[in-house]
């Protein structure tokens, strides 16, 4: 009988082999650079194709470290009838597991991208086999085959984990909710290398999630059911985009994290992340984040179309200049653009008694933190012409958002 992890998928023939010597290693004399000697190949894995594609996809999303070449390549490691597939850029390091069937233990590297787009051109209910002598590596696939080149996988370079405290586990659809309403306000490449990432912080039962580039800035918090440990941690961009790719908002499929001084340990199904943590100190958000209490005003506007208005407006913004004023009188708002040549205006009825007010703002900005609430209507808490603007979600008292008044 079959057992269960190997259900479906084919056995495969093992081949003794022997090791490829390493590139740039020396000869006793220390004289000149060995070159890796190819050895008989042996089978990596045996599976269908749709299975290893979906893995190697998942892993994709992590950029190459330009410094070293090896980076670009997958690391492949089979244990038995486990397969591990390992990608870094040095910062972070990704790993998909899957279950292909064998014996014995196998390691390879390939290109990813390019082994991704192959097994994109073969059917997805066919069985490939990938093997690797060191040098070269051969994907066969019915009568299709393919040899590619190979790096020493012994100088792929593998995080260095550190001691992880007690892990700590949260539903999959909480934090993607959490990373899709915070991170478009995040910075990015900004000198203020603290502010390049989504600030996480636990109390108890709470969870709070921050971003801001300085012009602008969104907050959430949530529940959650198990007690944090009290820490705070800023995650790198990059790792909040890959999560905001993996993450399914609907799915309550629980994410393991295990954290360290510096590093974050995620784990989701047979998916594994590792990564590096932004060293810095966040701001004091709360400083920023003004009470709704504290508004003079609030207009509730139909979402939709308030967005549809303000891309009308950023058509005609110069490239160079992103404001627009925002004009508020009594029952409604006119959204002017002035540039030197051209020059827009639209009126949208509200219901506004309050003074007039004048207001300059980036207009990127504004539509990106309206488009992160799903809700069908938002609210924007004034207070006065040279006072941020508050986004409100009247369905989510725990989010809130500002964008900074700019000068037009």
């Not at 079959?2 to 590139?23: D, H, L, R």
Request: charge should be neutral.
């Amino acid at each position: 009988m079959e057992s269960p992890t190997q259900v479906g998928v084919p056995q495969m023939a093992e081949t003794a082999s022997k090791a490829p010597t390493t590139a740039g290693k020396r000869d006793k004399a220390g004289t000149a650079p060995i070159a890796r000697v190819a050895g008989e190949k042996r089978t990596v894995f045996m599976a269908p194709v749709g299975m290893v594609r979906e893995a190697l996809q998942k892993i994709s999303g992590m950029g190459r470290n330009r410094s070293l070449p090896i980076t670009t390549h997958v690391l492949m490691v089979r244990t038995g009838t486990t397969l591990r597939l390992v990608a870094t850029n040095l910062d972070q390091e990704m790993e998909a597991t899957v279950e292909v069937g064998g014996t014995g233990q196998a390691t390879a590297t390939a290109d990813l991208r390019k082994l991704i787009e192959i097994l994109r051109s073969l059917p997805s209910d066919k069985v490939c086999t990938f093997k690797s002598d060191g040098v070269r590596s051969t994907l066969t696939c019915n009568k299709s085959n393919f040899t590619l080149s190979s790096l020493a996988p012994e100088d792929f370079p593998r995080f260095a984990e550190p001691a992880y405290g007690n892990p700590a586990r949260l539903k999959q659809g909480m934090l993607a909710s959490m990373i899709q309403q915070v991170s478009y306000a995040m910075a990015h490449q900004d000198v203020r290398y603290y502010l390049n990432g989504l600030y996480l912080e636990a109390q108890g039962q709470a969870l709070y999630a921050v971003a801001t580039d300085g012009h602008r800035l969104a907050f959430t918090e949530a529940q959650v059911e198990e007690t944090l440990e009290q820490r705070s941690l800023i995650l790198p961009d990059a790792v909040v985009n890959e999560l905001s790719r993996l993450l399914a908002p609907s799915d309550d499929e629980e994410v393991e994290l295990r954290l360290s001084d510096n590093a974050l340990c995620m784990t989701l199904g047979n998916l594994r992340l590792m990564t590096k943590l932004v060293d810095g100190k966040f701001p004091d958000y709360r400083r920023v984040l003004p009470k709704r209490s504290a508004m003079s005003a609030c207009v509730t506007f139909d979402r939709q179309a308030l967005i549809q208005a303000l891309q009308r407006a950023a058509l005609m913004v110069p490239e160079k200049h992103q404001g627009i004023q925002l004009v508020f009188n009594k029952g409604e708002v006119c959204i002017t653009v002035k540039g030197s040549q051209e020059s827009s205006e639209e009126v949208l009825e509200i219901d506004y008694t309050g003074p007039t007010l004048t207001m300059g703002v980036n207009v990127k900005y504004l539509i990106e933190a309206v488009d992160s609430i799903p809700a069908k209507v938002v609210t924007l808490g004034l207070r006065g012409e040279t006072d941020s603007i508050m986004l409100i979600d009247d369905g989510n008292e725990a989010f809130s958002a500002v964008v900074m008044p700019m000068r037009v």
